[in-house]
């Protein structure tokens, strides 16, 4: 079975204080490893796909990279605007192909 | 706005009832998913459907059942309501089978 974990649960940064979130996954084959932005009492928003180790993607920011084993987000410099809980998920490359989600990581950043 | 529409945004309802909570998917997108969301367990799949099929079971009850119509628009049928089926139910759509999920804005259901 398709497992996403994610640390921490909660984290709180000073704004322009950088820091990184972790996705640890177990999946029989990966077809894709996604990272999405939840604001509360909203729907997922899309950032990343990532399809194979040693893989980064940036996008203001937000940089996602990817191992074997775990992706990480790194959050350079940020600011209250990013506050939201960022998602992990994973989709099999074989069977279903639906995403598995992890919990998420609820990011507050103060001014 | 995402493109893909969640009709009702919020619902209250009574324990033993029964709800339907409908998604219209992007503009040519085929694959619909349907999602739960409660706080004590996060995102869970629910069940897929591709041009009208099913194509994927997660963690569905058999109090729930869903279908997607010719013209791609789902429904997810929720019956004989329970305290625990609170939570948020989120609609996503792809293009293809595999391809970037899309959500919607969620209906809220609360049951008393």
């Known amino acids: 079975e398709d497992q996403v974990t994610q640390s921490p649960e909660a984290l709180r940064l000073q704004e322009g204080e950088s820091s990184s979130l972790n996705c640890s996954y177990t999946?029989?084959?990966?077809?894709?490893l996604f990272w999405y932005r939840q604001d509360p009492g909203k729907g997922p928003e899309f950032l990343f796909t990532?399809?194979?180790a040693g893989e980064e993607k940036e996008k203001e920011r937000l940089k996602a990279t990817l191992t074997k084993k775990e992706s990480f987000l790194h959050i350079t410099a940020p600011k209250p605007e990013d506050s939201a809980t960022y998602l992990c998920?994973?989709?099999?490359?074989?069977?279903?192909?639906?995403?598995?989600f992890g919990s998420g990581t609820r990011l507050q950043v103060q001014p | 706005d995402s493109g893909v529409t969640q009709t009702p945004k919020h619902l209250i309802t009574a324990t033993g009832q029964r709800v339907t909570l409908r998604c219209s998917p992007r503009?040519?997108?085929?694959?619909v998913y349907w999602y739960q969301q409660s706080l004590d367990q996060g995102l869970q799949f629910l069940i897929q459907?591709?041009?009208?099929?099913?194509?994927a079971k997660g963690n569905i009850l058999e109090r729930f059942s869903a279908q997607q119509f010719p013209d791609l628009h789902s429904e997810l049928n929720l019956s004989s309501l329970e305290l625990g089926d609170s939570a948020l139910y989120f609609c996503?759509?792809?293009?293809?089978?595999?391809?970037?999920?899309?959500f919607g804005a969620g209906s809220r259901l609360t049951v008393l």
């Open positions: 996503a759509s792809s293009a293809g089978v595999a391809n970037v999920l899309t």
């Open positions: 999946v029989s084959g990966l077809r894709g």
């Open positions: 990532l399809y194979s």
């Open positions: 998920a994973v989709q099999a490359d074989t069977g279903r192909r639906a995403l598995t």
């Open positions: 503009s040519g997108d085929l694959s």
């Open positions: 459907y591709y041009n009208g099929e099913e194509r």
